[in-house]
């Protein structure tokens, strides 16, 4: 017999064992025998033993380059785009091979998975998305009472979803969860014989079989029938014996008398696979265990190291049970919090360019030995992002004065959220910087919240932690993108806004033609030191507050700047809104329209964040209206641990400052001379 070896890994060998065989061309044991020899093809290692002889060819005229593997699965909705990235991750960290997945998607789906894909940039790893809303008449005629819906039928169609090119494809659930490496089922294909177009493994309870219930009828099945969670599809054979064609008059044949389906496209390949057995490869049982009400699963395998893929198809989940179902929920849990990062990795023996032409020569521009290098390089961190994290809808409002709260926050600012949506009735849309872990934490918890749970118009965006700095503005403009209105409330998730400021902005947009002018309407900020606040329902109670001591002007002890061209003074009997100017430092709450300049990304950390945003709305000519009937009042915290850092570190000041020049010199270059001023302001501080 002979073997190929991968040529990178077979020259390394090859030095190695010409040292080791130099010096004992035949290095013996009592059963086998090394030695070196050479052909016209190359280097080869001869092995003798007791089972014959056998050769390793060490030639590049049997390289073998990593097979690309393909792997499908369909996926509609909020939900089902979270449970997909557990179920990627369990791939991927076993994989050792390049991939490409195929991913039918609603609108919503392709949305969230094609953002989280493209941060991500996994070396070696190719993604497709195809609509599946052009795929709903190919199987809507199809009654279907399983809890997945049309989108449990469309695995059916992939003969003609997917490229007419690709020849096979592993076909995934999104409730499954890898515990080996997907080459090894991927390999699977080499054993069909020729006729065999579908690999499945058996259905491991006694649904097919009839006798669970009284009167119980399922469809047709061979035996036990078989589980549709994991295929193998042999796409060009199945197009070769007209699939299309076949599979839908065995659906009309059987709706006949079936009238629905009750396990959506499982149904219809079992009943297939009934009438062309010859057509079916049969999995070992450990590519597709099971935990489904009434599994027989336990049978499948001695030892729980045997497994090869975990398939949670019980509505119940991880609640199923099964006497191993603590090992289960945990293999399952460690991916589920496993940070993505690390499965950035190069795979070996196959290059691949991870990083975007650009962000590879910005990189390559950093001077590491600039003192600044850490805050230069953080600017460069592309952060996985996951959209829409939750269940969100939103409806437009007909009168296009829609405004939505954007903030930002860590898990040091969960306790928060419920007290923002009961001040706020409206859209809001958050970004969380948080870690793998922390991101199923924020779930748990925001699942057993009544306040939160019945929100559907709050957008939840992880941006997934790396690096040493806090990138606030990178996470507060993933918040601010993604609002779905036409003007935005760009705030601090430690504010808690007056109640009825919703309805308040809205009326005040109308009257301050906010659509057909450029301006920045200032929520004047208050702040308490109190934990427990009896929150003012009016202006009126406001400044009896203010004036008791009670409330105080936001910062008014530690940062007058940051808030005093305000007027505070004029907003006590103001009844219009006012008018005030640009001052350096100034950083007030704002009220804009949602094509705003972004924030700048270079601030990370504490310092000069909201400022350099308020600054270029200043240059863009935005009249900043402080607002006479608005109101927002900071909450007290602990202190961040970048404002800590900011204190402590002189080196962390000093590169504040140079950045600030620089974003001073860009903002020259960028507004010209109109932008002078700026510079000539933070020079006379």
Same mark, same amino acid.
């Given at each position: 017999a002979e073997s190929c070896f991968p040529l990178r890994a077979a020259r390394a060998v090859g030095v190695w064992l010409r040292k080791f065989i130099g010096a004992r061309p035949h290095?013996?044991?009592?059963?086998?025998?090394?030695?070196?020899?050479?052909?016209?093809?190359?280097?080869?290692?001869?092995?003798?033993?007791?089972?014959?002889?056998?050769?390793?060819?060490?030639?590049?005229?049997?390289?073998?380059?990593?097979?690309?593997?393909?792997?499908?699965?369909?996926?509609?909705?909020?939900?089902?785009?979270?449970?997909?990235?557990?179920?990627?991750?369990?791939?991927?960290? %076993?994989?050792?091979?390049?991939?490409?997945? %195929?991913?039918?998607?609603?609108?919503?789906?392709?949305?969230?998975?094609?953002?989280?894909?493209?941060?991500?940039?996994?070396?070696?790893?190719?993604?497709?998305?195809?609509?599946?809303?052009?795929?709903?008449?190919?199987v809507s005629w199809i009654p279907n009472k399983h809890y997945s819906g049309i989108y449990g039928l469309m695995k059916l169609t992939l003969t003609k979803a997917l490229p007419p090119d690709l020849s096979k494809v592993i076909v995934l659930d999104t409730d499954i969860t890898f515990a080996t490496d997907i080459a090894e089922l991927w390999g699977i294909f080499r054993k069909f014989t020729d006729k065999q177009v579908i690999g499945l493994v058996e259905n491991q309870s006694d649904w097919y079989l009839g006798n669970l219930w009284k009167n119980h009828k399922p469809w047709p099945a061979l035996g036990r029938g078989f589980n549709t969670g994991v295929i193998l599809l042999y796409l060009e054979r199945l197009r070769r014996i007209g699939w299309e064609q076949m599979w839908r008059l065995t659906a009309e044949r059987e709706l006949m008398s079936m009238l629905s389906t009750s396990l959506a496209d499982q149904d219809i390949f079992n009943a297939f696979i009934k009438q062309n057995p010859v057509l079916v490869h049969q999995l070992p049982c450990f590519w597709n265990v099971q935990l489904s009400d009434h599994t027989r699963s336990e049978q499948c395998y001695t030892e729980v190291s045997d497994?090869?893929?975990?398939?949670?198809?019980?509505?119940?989940?991880?609640?199923?049970?099964?006497?191993?179902?603590?090992?289960?929920?945990?293999?399952?849990?460690?991916?589920?919090?496993?940070?993505?990062?690390?499965?950035?990795?190069?795979?070996?023996?196959?290059?691949?360019?991870?990083?975007?032409?650009?962000?590879?020569?910005?990189?390559?521009?950093?001077?590491?030995?600039?003192?600044?290098?850490?805050?230069?390089?953080?600017?460069?961190?592309? %952060?996985?992002?996951?959209?829409?994290?939750?269940?969100?809808?939103?409806?437009?409002?007909?009168?296009?004065?829609?405004?939505?709260?954007?903030?930002?926050?860590?898990?040091?600012?969960?306790?928060?959220?419920?007290?923002?949506?009961?001040?706020?009735?409206?859209?809001?849309? #958050?970004?969380?910087?948080?870690?793998?872990?922390?991101?199923?934490?924020?779930?748990?918890?925001?699942?057993?919240?009544?306040?939160?749970?019945?929100r559907k118009n709050v957008g939840y965006h992880i941006v997934y932690k790396e690096g040493q700095f806090y990138p606030v503005n990178l996470v507060r403009n993933v918040a601010l993108k993604n609002a779905n209105t036409p003007y935005v409330f760009l705030t601090d998730v430690d504010f808690l806004p007056m109640y009825g400021l919703y309805d308040y902005l809205r009326r005040s947009m109308?009257?301050?033609?906010?659509? %057909?002018?450029?301006?920045?309407?200032v929520v004047p900020a208050f702040e308490t030191l109190r934990y427990r606040l009896s929150f003012p329902k009016s202006k009126a109670e406001l400044l009896s507050m203010l004036d008791m001591g009670a409330l105080y002007t936001f910062r008014y002890h530690v940062w007058p700047k940051g808030h005093a061209p305000t007027n505070y003074a004029k907003w006590r009997t103001a009844t219009t809104p006012y008018k005030v100017e640009w001052e350096p430092d100034f950083e007030p709450y704002v009220v804009v329209r949602?094509?705003?300049?972004?924030?700048?990304?270079?601030?990370?950390?504490?310092?000069?964040?909201?400022?350099?945003?308020? #600054?270029?709305?200043?240059?863009?000519?935005?009249?900043?209206?402080?607002?006479?009937?608005?109101?927002?009042?900071?909450?007290?915290?602990?202190?961040?641990?970048?404002?800590?850092?900011?204190?402590?570190?002189?080196?962390?000041?000093?590169?504040?400052?140079?950045?600030?020049?620089?974003?001073?010199?860009?903002?020259?270059?960028?507004?010209?001379?109109?932008?002078?001023?700026? #510079?000539?302001?933070?020079?006379?501080?």
């Open positions: 290095s013996a044991t009592a059963s086998t025998a090394f030695a070196l020899e050479n052909d016209s093809r190359g280097d080869v290692i001869l092995w003798r033993g007791h089972l014959g002889d056998h050769k390793l060819r060490l030639d590049s005229s049997c390289f073998l380059s990593p097979q690309l593997i393909h792997v499908a699965c369909v996926c509609a909705g909020h939900n089902a785009s979270r449970d997909v990235v557990t179920l990627v991750k369990s791939v991927l960290f %076993h994989r050792r091979n390049p991939l490409h997945f %195929h991913f039918i998607t609603d609108t919503v789906a392709n949305r969230i998975l094609s953002s989280l894909f493209q941060s991500w940039m996994v070396p070696s790893v190719q993604v497709s998305f195809y609509d599946a809303d052009e795929l709903k008449s190919e497994l090869k893929v975990i398939h949670w198809n019980s509505p119940k989940k991880l609640r199923v049970k099964n006497k191993h179902v603590e090992f289960f929920r945990n293999l399952y849990l460690t991916f589920l919090e496993y940070d993505g990062n690390l499965l950035r990795r190069e795979l070996f023996g196959c290059p691949s360019q991870a990083n975007p032409e650009s962000l590879q020569a910005a990189l390559e521009e950093l001077d590491e030995d600039d003192q600044c290098y850490d805050f230069r390089r953080e600017r460069l961190t592309v %952060h996985r992002v996951h959209l829409y994290f939750l269940q969100y809808e939103y409806t437009p409002t007909e009168d296009d004065t829609d405004i939505t709260l954007v903030a930002q926050l860590s898990m040091d600012r969960l306790q928060m959220l419920e007290a923002i949506c009961k001040h706020w009735e409206g859209p809001i849309s #958050l970004a969380l910087y948080m870690s793998d872990a922390e991101a199923q934490q924020f779930l748990r918890y925001a699942q057993a919240s009544e306040v939160l749970k019945n109308v009257q301050l033609d906010m659509a %057909h002018t450029k301006k920045a309407l949602r094509d705003c300049p972004e924030y700048d990304q270079r601030f990370v950390g504490f310092g000069w964040n909201k400022v350099s945003h308020i #600054l270029e709305l200043d240059a863009q000519e935005y009249d900043l209206m402080v607002l006479p009937n608005a109101f927002m009042i900071h909450m007290p915290h602990a202190p961040s641990f970048d404002i800590s850092k900011f204190r402590s570190s002189s080196s962390y000041r000093n590169c504040l400052n140079t950045l600030k020049d620089e974003f001073h010199q860009d903002l020259s270059r960028k507004y010209g001379s109109a932008a002078l001023k700026y #510079l000539t302001a933070q020079r006379t501080i």
